[in-house]
Structure formats: structure tokens, C-alpha cells
């Protein structure tokens, strides 16, 4: 079964520095898709970046990036330039292929705090 | 284009009773998931409406179910409420094209306490 892991429950950042933050899946696919999203305290989950397995090349936007190891099942999140409206709790998500459905397996979280 | 709309935001209900709630996907797209969102759980899935089928269920009790209008509106409904049954319930919609991997956009939620 799939599973996404996040070990950082909770982590905080002082406003304009960089986060990173941890993710590992399990899955026997070759072919999958990866997600973060972003939930603040309006509980609006928002995407945040998406990764195709397939590309070697790791996704930005803007102060987003990710550190994608396929090999290693890893997908973290990198936050430059932290503003204090990133303050959010962020999930990971596998997209798991059922039966011509799709449907997302999503980590337990982790909680960021961006201080001023 | 407007986002993906939930109603009611807010509900109080009484254990035992049923409930609806409503989902409107982003215009144009045809695929609807519901997510249930509890602190103890986390995010967990429900089920996938495509065309009015349900094309996927998670592991969930009968009690839970679902549907899916022409206009892709969906609703899902609860029978036989249980205080286990409070939590945060999120709708996603996706476009559904060729290719999968479609990034699923979520409404804000309704948020359902059972008292």
C-alpha cells in the first residue's frame, strides 16, 4: 500500500529565511504523480507544486521548489524567502492510480510557523 | 473561473440524524472527490465521481454515500450520525483528461460537528 511519511510534525522559520521540508512515499509504481499543498488557518487547501515522476527535473514556483529522489522515494519542499503568510499546515500527497481513478494519499502534515 | 463551492460551510447535527452536503466543481471539470479530515486520521479519501458513477470508494462504512448530478454538482450524505463523524469534509475537482496525474483543486470545506 502506498504511504507518505512527513517526520516533522511541526517546524517554524524566521520571516525572509529558508525551510526545508520532509517527505517520503512508499509505492512499487513507476509511473506517479506528487503533490504538496498548502492548508492555512482558513482550512482552504491550495496547491502548492506538483511533480511528475517521469521528469527528472525538480518543480519550482516562484519561492517553491522541490528536492525530488526518485530512487530514494523522497520529496521535500523547499520555501525561500519565507513571509509570514506562509505560516500553514502543509501535506504531502501521492496520487494513487485505481482501477481508471485517481485518488491522493496524503502525509499527516507538518505545521510551519514563519516568525516576524 | 470560480472556484470549487461547499454548502453549507458549517452544520450542527445531533448523532443519529443524516445529513447532505453539496459540492459544485470548478466549471468544466468533470471528476469529484471527496476527502473527510479529522485531527486524529488526518486526510482521508472517500470517493470519486466521474459522469455520474462512482468510480472509486475508500474504506469507509455504507453509511456514507454519494452522488453525482449531469452538471456535476455532487453531494454526499451521511445516514445514522456518530460523534466519530465530526470532521472537516473537503471536495476536490479535476478536469479529467487524457493522461491522469490531474492536480485535484479543493473547496473550503464543510465543517461537520455531531453532537
Known amino acids: 500500500a502506498q504511504t507518505v511519511t512527513q517526520s516533522q510534525p511541526e517546524m517554524s522559520v524566521q520571516e525572509a529565511e529558508t525551510v526545508t521540508l520532509s517527505c517520503t512515499y512508499d509505492?512499487?509504481?513507476?509511473?506517479?504523480?506528487l503533490f504538496w499543498y498548502k492548508q492555512p488557518p482558513s482550512r482552504q487547501m491550495i496547491l502548492v507544486i506538483r511533480q511528475e515522476a517521469y521528469k527528472q527535473q525538480n518543480a519550482t514556483e516562484n519561492r517553491f521548489s522541490v528536492n525530488f529522489q526518485k530512487a530514494a522515494k523522497s520529496f521535500s519542499l523547499k520555501i525561500s524567502d519565507s513571509q509570514l503568510g506562509d505560516t500553514a499546515m502543509y501535506f504531502c500527497a501521492f496520487m494513487k492510480h485505481e482501477g481508471g481513478s485517481e485518488k491522493l494519499v496524503f502525509g499527516k502534515g507538518t505545521k510551519l510557523t514563519v516568525n516576524p | 473561473k470560480a472556484g470549487v463551492t461547499q454548502t453549507p460551510r458549517y452544520l450542527i447535527k445531533t448523532r443519529g440524524q443524516q445529513v447532505t452536503l453539496s459540492c459544485s466543481p470548478i466549471?468544466?471539470?468533470?471528476?469529484v472527490s471527496w476527502y473527510q479530515q479529522t485531527p486524529g486520521q488526518g486526510l482521508q479519501f472517500l470517493f470519486e465521481?466521474?459522469?455520474?458513477?462512482?468510480?472509486n470508494k475508500g474504506n469507509f462504512p455504507g453509511r456514507f454515500s454519494g452522488r453525482q448530478f449531469s452538471n456535476s454538482r455532487s453531494e454526499m450524505n451521511v445516514s445514522t450520525l456518530e460523534l466519530g463523524d465530526s470532521a472537516l469534509y473537503l471536495c476536490?475537482?479535476?478536469?479529467?483528461?487524457?493522461?491522469?496525474?490531474?492536480?485535484?483543486?479543493f473547496g473550503p470545506g464543510t465543517r461537520l460537528l455531531v453532537l
Open positions: 466549471s468544466g471539470h468533470r471528476s
Open positions: 476536490a475537482s479535476s478536469p479529467h483528461l487524457a493522461g491522469g496525474g490531474e492536480t485535484q483543486y
Open positions: 509505492t512499487s509504481e513507476s509511473n506517479y504523480y
Open positions: 465521481y466521474f459522469s455520474e458513477t462512482q468510480r
